[in-house]
Nanobody, 116 residues
């Protein structure tokens, strides 16, 4: 089993920066890809960014150019660096792991609040 612990986030003014970190432990050899999703209040959960098994990063159009996702070679730590934050980025951010067997594992979530 893979266990995820998220850290970071918090409160920032619009235009500011924050980072989120996700530490994976346990059967990390099962990890193929790692991603970030988010869910704003009253909104559906949405994709933010991911690093696939080949190490390539993909981003949602809404965060392209402002967010950067990175991962260590051991696939145990995923970091989301968020710049030029906007109030609409306010959400609970979830770290997600995709295993080679197709299982999706979710972290507990971390709150990001951007004030205008």
């Amino acid at each position: 089993q893979v266990h995820l612990v998220e850290s970071g986030g918090g409160l920032v003014q619009a235009g500011g920066s924050l980072s989120l970190s996700c530490a994976a432990s346990g059967s990390t050899y099962r990890i193929a890809a790692m991603a970030w999703y988010r869910q704003g209040e009253g909104k559906e959960r949405e994709f933010v960014a991911e690093i696939g098994s080949a190490g390539l990063a993909n981003y949602a159009e809404s965060v392209e150019g402002r967010f950067t996702v990175s991962r260590d070679n051991a696939k145990t730590t995923l970091v989301l660096s968020m710049n030029n934050l906007k109030p609409e980025d306010t959400a609970v951010y979830y770290c997600v792991v995709h295993t080679y067997s197709g299982v999706r594992i979710w972290g507990q979530g971390a709150q990001v609040t951007v004030s205008s």
